[in-house]
């Protein structure tokens, strides 16, 4: 019977929305829901308006204002001081922000540039990065038709895909998501605040990838004669929650007779999310079938 720490529940996780209670809107130039999603975002320093009274919610978002509200809603640390966009030995107000979307694994668009527009698919593409970066969560992957998918840059389609069936972003009433028109200050406000709900609701579903902890680290092999002169060696890492968490063989160290194969335990890509399928990973070397074999952990 499999251990009932290793069972996923198979369910999609949907981001529900919080009931938004608002007396006064934060802008003049929003109302309804998104009134009330300025004012809360507002109120904890994520957005800032034009003026006092105008947030502009249909002006196009720059670069350095996307990475800004992504860190700032996601709640993201630096480890390090900032570095990028210093000139004349002064920061810009955005690279405290940059070197945060840096030391959190979050890659930027090969055409980033903090004061231009950005496209919707550019920052939905950070913005799961920046999601991915506060935890591991399972989502059962499906495919979400979208009927501009071919507009899609292909790098981006796995965490636009990721975005759309936890609820964070959604499609047009004709099924497309526009990918290369640039987002727009209201349309970036509310996928923030979208993911800031996510993060918040399921904080406590983050699947663990602690390299020290034992179930995850489990590793057993095998040998198999291949013919009388060879043996192959297969490592198995067992009941991992998704395909991200693999193993490779290191290195091989022959002493008398023994071989001792070194394996090295791999975590998952903090960039994507993974099926949330119990998998057993496998590696495999060969070694003479003259040696007894032994393994052990690479040490770093």
């Not at 938004?20 to 308006?49: P, W």
């Not at 067992?238 to 071989?259: C, D, L, M, R, S």
Request: aromatic residues 8%.
């Amino acid at each position: 019977m499999m251990n009932p720490k290793l069972k996923l529940t198979a369910a999609l996780l949907l981001s529900g929305s919080l009931l938004l209670a608002s007396s006064a809107a934060a802008f003049q130039d929003v109302e309804g829901r998104d009134a009330a999603i300025t004012k809360s975002l507002h109120e904890r320093g994520i957005i800032h308006g034009m003026t006092k009274e105008k947030f502009a919610p249909k002006s196009q978002l720059t670069g350095a204002q996307g990475v800004r509200m992504i860190v700032q809603a996601l709640d993201l640390k630096g480890k390090s001081k900032a570095s990028p966009g210093v000139k004349g030995g002064a920061a810009f107000w955005y690279s405290e922000s940059l070197q945060i979307a840096k030391d959190n694994g979050i890659q930027l668009p090969a055409n980033f540039k903090p004061n231009e527009k950005l496209s919707r698919e550019a920052f939905a593409n950070m913005l799961m990065q920046g999601i991915a970066a506060t935890g591991n969560y399972p989502v059962i992957m499906m495919y979400v038709n979208i009927a501009d998918s071919d507009q899609v840059n292909p790098d981006y389609m796995s965490n636009i895909q990721t975005l759309l069936l936890t609820k964070i972003a959604s499609l047009d009433d004709d099924g497309k998501f526009h990918p290369k028109t640039p987002i727009t200050r209201i349309e970036a406000a509310r996928l923030v605040y979208q993911a800031a709900e996510f993060v918040q609701q399921h904080k406590d579903n983050v699947i663990p990838d602690k390299d020290d902890d034992q179930q995850l680290n489990q590793v057993s092999y095998q040998t198999e004669k291949v013919n009388d002169q060879v043996n192959k060696v297969v490592l198995t890492r067992a009941n991992q929650p998704h395909p991200g968490y693999g193993i490779a063989v290191a290195k091989i160290e022959f002493k008398a007779k023994t071989a001792v194969v070194y394996y090295e335990l791999l975590s998952p890509d903090p960039g994507k999310f993974y099926p949330q399928v119990i998998t057993d990973s496998k590696t495999e070397t060969y070694v003479s079938s003259q040696y007894e074999v032994v393994i052990k952990p690479l040490k770093k």
